[in-house]
């Protein structure tokens, strides 16, 4: 009898550890190698939606043993569920639960969206509110509407291109340079337009003057005939600990920059003010 033809919940091999199960399967790696396996496995899946077995080994090349048991075990643990009519494996209960966890500690409160929403109401533009997380920038909001909608590869959670994006660039100028050379060494400067900013020769002196007028455009670095800007938001001590953001199609922008600015600047303001403990009130206004 095949593997493939064997019944799931029945097998042997779901109650050994990944560490015992690969080191059973010959296959010998060192501990952060299991668990690099472990979550390359996770992953797989997650970017198929659903996936065999043999997908997953194929797609990974790792021996298909290995496969087997990594999946077995993120199945018994919650990780993983085993679809028995299909024999494929989908995300399961615990990808969610950590999934949601991530999603209540990071969202933006309520006085935040509210000052987000009025950006994007005021100015007529997508409007975003950024903040550092540990050693990463992510997106935490994000305010659109039909007529005036985001950049689609922007979206909750979103924390690539630090180096291309108008948010991201606000938050590494504010690093230590120390700090900053760790991120993009981790993060790489990959080009996503001709106008990318992909050397620290050319990120470097940029992120000095963004530094010192406290706004940062973007003018078709991360998108297409897209201009985006974005402003520093701080906390009681002063700290910058966020970012307001807006994008535009760039043909929208002629003659708009201060208007831009002092409006950014305003309602970065209003959401400093209410990190720094203060009630703040958002005057409300029609789309532009």
Known sequence: MTRDTMDYPHSHHMKKSIAEAIAQSGDRVSNSAVIQRTFS?????????CAAAKTVATRLEIPLPTVY???????????????K???????????????????????APHPIRQITDQLHRSL????????????????????????????????????EAAHATAFGKILLAGMPEPQRTDYLEARGMQVLTP?????????????????????????????P???????????????????MAISTPSSKMAGRAKLVESTL??????????LRGGSVTVPVAEHA
């Open 41 to 49: 496995v996770l992953e797989a899946v997650a970017a198929s939606g």
């Open 195 to 223: 106008q990318t900013m992909i050397s620290r020769e050319a990120l470097d002196p940029h992120l000095a003057e963004v530094a010192t007028r406290g706004i940062a455009w973007e003018h078709e670095e991360f998108l």
């Open 69 to 83: 048991r990594l999946l077995n075990e993120l199945a018994d643990s919650g990780y993983l569920v085993y679809l």
């Open 85 to 107: 009519d299909t024999k494929r494996f989908e995300l399961g209960p615990k990808c969610f639960e950590l999934g949601l966890s991530f999603q209540q500690r990071l969202v």
């Open 225 to 243: 005939r897209q201009t985006c800007a974005a402003v520093p938001v701080r906390n009681g001590t002063g700290m910058q600990v966020g970012a």
């Open 124 to 159: 007529g533009t997508a409007a975003y509110f950024a903040i550092y997380r540990g050693s990463d920038i992510i997106l935490t909001y994000c305010s659109d509407c039909e007529k005036h909608p985001r950049l689609r590869p922007l979206r909750f959670g979103f924390h």
């Open 265 to 274: 600047r305003e309602h970065a303001g209003l959401a400093s003010s209410y």
